[in-house]
């Protein structure tokens, strides 16, 4: 029996799948690790700390995921190695409803999510038969996400080193957990361990310390994660009891302990917390009270927060203005240009990245047809749409070019055909011979007319032919 089939004894009966890499080592064993490359991204912490507890982060999130999960998914046809035109499928489908009520807005947002907080996003397709992978193809065919830190990669190579140069990624192992521990003993029932071509993985920032997996944006920013909660805690304290020392009450040294006390009790029930604000003080003799006039105007710090949020915002790839990030919201940052280029930046420099990387690698959950490639489509999306001026610009522009490439003698749809691919080889062989005026091809010759006969003479005034007006 191959090696694979040792590896899952629950599940996957009818598992038929060829051998296809030969290990010379020994076969992977449940508790080793030396093979693995499991998320290191702590998915729980980040989510916990960071997406449900931090403002500016969900805000980033939030921003990728909104217009990130706008694309829908056609096939792009390829001609002579350039991009063609767009078509759909009924394969498709499986994209479009992902799972019952599912679409594939919710797909993407599900993939942005584990993405920008482990690094990673694992899809695979099931049905209700149990099955997985390229098995499953019964009813209630759908996708099913994978939890990214319950998913490990299985890492193999010919010569058994897992880090030699032909080292790849032969499978990848799905262990569903409880309450975040493993189950201790046999694996868990929903355990699976899934062929590379049965697994979508989407890993749009590559983890720089690993050969396969992925690295979520939060990780560069973490101590500006810190530094953004830490501030939101000290303006919560401040409401709370002012955060820092607000006065200083001095007393006589012969005060006793038990006066202290009191005193001291008294006073924070009478004079600390937003309730308690702007009441008069009374002391008895022997206090003194020095005001430290401590305020927000004092405390402002403003400016730090607002770098923080812009360093948070840049890791994210959405330009501060997207978030409402007050780094965003001043200066010649709102003029209009400068507005419609941080719109443009977010979606040509972070959002068309993520499109065409999560289509590569959907790419596996679906039969593409011979000479295309899974491609997502834009048409509809608002985010994307140019201003009016702007899109008559364009128009114009593409509408003399063509009107230039006509006349100079090609052929009509070939140079509509150049103009959309942004390919002027593809006139090539498309010339009609003709150029300029000569579009029109010219008239066939015409044999030469037969001479006229003379006309004869004309009579003059007085109507006698040829004759003169002196009657001469």
Known sequence: MAWWKKLIPW?????????????????????????????????????EGAFKRNGPIFSCVVARQMVFSEARFQFRQYTKGRPGDLFGTAELALLENPWPSGTTGELLSRMEQDASLAGNSFWTKVDD???????????????ARMRP???SMIIGSHSGDYYAADAKVIGFLYEPRMFGVMATGTPLAGSVLLLPEEVAHYSPIPDPTARFRGMSWLTPVLKEIEADTASTLHKKTFFDHAAVPNMVVRFDKDVSAESFDNFVKKFRAGHEGAWNAYKTLFLQGGADVTPLTHDFRQ????????????????????????????EGLQGSALNTNNFAASRRRFADGTIRYLWRTAAAS???????PAGASLWFDTRDIAFLREDSKDRAEILRTQANTLDALIKAGFEPDAAVQALLAEDIGLLVGHHTGLVSVQMQPPLPAQPALPALPPAPPQPDETGTPGGDNNGA
């Open 11 to 47: 599940g996957r009966k009818a598992f038929t799948q060829p051998d296809f890499w030969s290990l010379d080592a020994a076969p992977f064993a449940m508790g080793s690790t030396a093979e693995k490359e499991r998320i290191e991204t702590d998915f729980e912490g980040y989510v």
């Open 129 to 143: 038969q149990g099955r997985y992978g390229n098995s499953a193809s019964g009813p209630g065919l759908r996708l």
């Open 149 to 151: 830190d319950w998913v």
């Open 299 to 326: 405390m402002d710090f403003s400016a730090t927060v607002g770098k923080g949020e812009a360093r948070i915002a840049s890791a994210a790839g959405v330009p501060p203005s997207w978030v409402g990030f007050s």
């Open 362 to 368: 959907l790419q596996n959950l679906v039969t593409v």
